[in-house]
């Protein structure tokens, strides 16, 4: 396909020439090509440049990144004819993290810790690549020596090598309590969060090795969040505010269980001068020693409850009468005092009536399939067998499972008919007495939003399986998570998009390096409609379409 250029004589002697687009095809007679137009364009001097121009651009939308550019910069009068493609680069991703990096002054930050040391590489710089590759591309730090300057551009770092990307690791994990502390004022401030409810839960993440560290080490075998009780892990918290920041976290041993973290994490915040902060925990800290934990820092909690358990006060709770009010988020709560003078407690029961119909077809299924199970184990008749065993301690069936005195099983009806009462429910406990009970369940439905951190810094930004050996490696790699997640996060509230709608359409911004006989020139892809309006959303200004442009002498 080409354009093709013809000429037509006037009448008064003068010539005119006609654009056409045209190609080759062959004579089905003949067998020799001709030419086929396709499309008349008109004649060359009438001919509007501009749009020739846009349709230029417009087609080269279909070449890659570097060609593309290329064309571009061609049409804009940037380069000569004999330009050539240096290289390209991704540019969009690492582009709009360190602009809120800045804006949440994490430079600034790290450059006021610095100013004490004197380093020769920018340790500040390489941080950020290591925490903009956890939300773009993660990978080891190897990995990293093939990423930044050959895949990806980071402002201010032409490459990096490995072992400046661990002294870089070591500095973070030994100003790493300045740091939160600094971040989140800073965050708080810039942001105007509301610290009023903090989110705290604890996970777990593995190790690809066989053998655990000795007692005093962080890699030990423990009661895995990710089901690996096969392989040594750490147990990680976070500290969440209601809209899904992270403001702080902490790393200690695989074996350390969860209500003994409460008193470490009360202390760290000591100095924060929180006015009032209410900890909305799960059932793993509903201790009441736990609960007189959280609340010798000078706040109250709000905690998940079990439904099911020995607790007799719960117990209590579920079964007192009283009206269900409907408040948001489509919840129905109702509220309950049990105990006397200082064993007094105030209970929220919330109700789910969309979670109480999906919970009632999972168990009238779950009671179907034992019924056939029971049916065929009552016929064989050889009494206490393996199978009635393995039926009776399963995790699913067991509960409703009743043996005779004859060896025949039975379903337990009664207990079949108590789930039913509990179906869509969930049980609160708070020791606030200020709150409504519609701040309580909705303060504590918020909770989600640790779970989706958690999801998000072992699936996106790759937290696990965790590689390193030494303690301040692995701290230092959480930290790194982290603050990956911080960005994330802010980025997803600011945009009102997932980072991974933000991450696949910014990513394709790249920046390419033009070479030729006059000098070098490093140009911006052109941005696309959704493109600007993900950097518009977020604040961000748009680059500069020519990033650097040298001469040859």
């Known amino acids: ?53 846009r349709l230029v651009l417009s087609l080269s939308r279909f070449l890659g990144a570097g060609e593309r550019t290329a064309i571009q910069a061609h049409l804009d009068g940037v380069a000569s004819a004999d330009v050539s493609v240096e290289k390209t680069l991704s540019m969009g991703g690492s582009y709009v993290l360190d602009a809120l990096w800045r804006r949440l002054e994490l430079d600034s930050t790290l450059k006021k810790l610095l100013a004490e040391r004197s380093f020769e590489i920018e340790i500040e710089r390489l941080l950020f690549a290591l925490v903009a590759n956890r939300a773009l591309a993660p990978r080891s730090k190897l990995g990293m020596e093939r990423w930044v300057g050959r895949k990806v551009h980071v402002d201010g770092l032409d490459g990096v ?50 053998d655990a560290d000795p007692e005093d080490g962080l890699r030990q075998y423990g009661h895995s969040k990710d089901h690996r009780r096969d392989l040594p892990q750490v147990v990680i918290g976070l500290a969440v505010t209601r809209t899904g920041i992270p403001v ?58 079990k439904l099911r358990g020995p607790e007799q006060l719960n117990h209590e709770a579920l079964k007192r009468p009283g009206r ?9 709560v109702k509220e309950v005092t049990v105990g006397e003078a200082s064993a007094k407690r105030r209970f929220v029961v919330v109700r789910n009536p969309e979670q109480a119909v999906r919970d009632e077809a999972v168990r009238n299924r779950l009671i ?35 043996e005779l005195k004859n060896g025949q099983l039975r379903i337990d009806r009664a207990r079949v008919k108590a789930d039913a009462k509990l179906d869509g429910k969930y049980l609160i ?69 997932t980072w991974d709608c933000i991450r696949d359409t910014i990513e394709e911004i790249s920046l390419v390096k033009l070479c030729g006989k006059d000098g070098r020139v490093e140009l911006v892809s052109e941005l696309n409609d959704e493109q600007r309006k993900i950097l518009k959303r977020l604040s961000v200004k748009k680059p500069k379409r020519v990033q650097k442009l040298s001469q040859t002498a």
């Not at 008064?12 to 095809?25: E, F, N, P, T």
């Not at 002294?167 to 810039?190: I, P």
């Not at 050889?382 to 199978?387: D, E, I, L, Q, W």
């Open 324 to 332: 269900f009010k409907t408040v948001r988020g489509n919840l129905e």
């Open 161 to 210: 090598q490995s072992h400046a990307l661990y002294r870089a690791m070591d500095f973070l994990v030994e100003h790493g309590e300045e740091l939160q502390k600094s971040v989140f004022f800073s965050v708080a401030n810039l942001l105007n969060l509301e610290v009023d409810l903090l989110f705290f839960d604890t996970t777990s993440s593995y190790f690809e090795i066989e």
């Open 368 to 402: 179907a399939r034992l019924e056939e199970s029971i049916e065929h184990l009552n016929r064989r008749k050889r009494g206490h067998t393996k199978a009635v065993c393995e039926l009776k301690s399963h995790r699913g069936f067991g509960r409703y499972v009743r």
């Open 1 to 53: 396909m080409y354009i093709r250029q013809i000429s037509r004589r006037r009448s008064d002697g003068s010539r005119v020439r006609y654009l056409q687009l045209a190609h080759k095809v062959r004579d089905p007679e003949t067998g020799r090509p001709k030419d086929e137009v396709l499309f008349h364009i008109g004649r060359e001097d009438k001919i509007d440049k501009a749009q020739i121009k």
């Open 429 to 497: 406990s708070t020791t606030d007495p200020s709150l409504s009970a519609e701040d309580v369940a909705l303060g504590y439905k918020q909770l989600l939003e640790v779970e989706r951190a958690f999801r998000t810094m072992k699936n996106t930004l790759e937290l696990r399986p965790l590689h390193h050996r030494l303690p301040e490696r692995i701290q230092a790699h959480v930290l790194l998570c982290w603050l990956g997640l911080l960005l994330v996060r802010v980025a997803e509230n600011e945009s009102g998009m």
């Open 248 to 305: 702080r976290c902490w790393v200690w041993p695989g074996n350390k269980a969860d209500a003994s973290t409460v008193d470490q994490v009360q202390k760290d915040l000591a100095g924060w001068k929180l006015s009032r902060v209410i900890w909305v925990v799960d059932r793993g800290f509903a201790g009441e020693k736990q609960r007189h934990a959280f609340q010798r820092g000078g706040g109250h909690v709000i905690v998940g409850e």
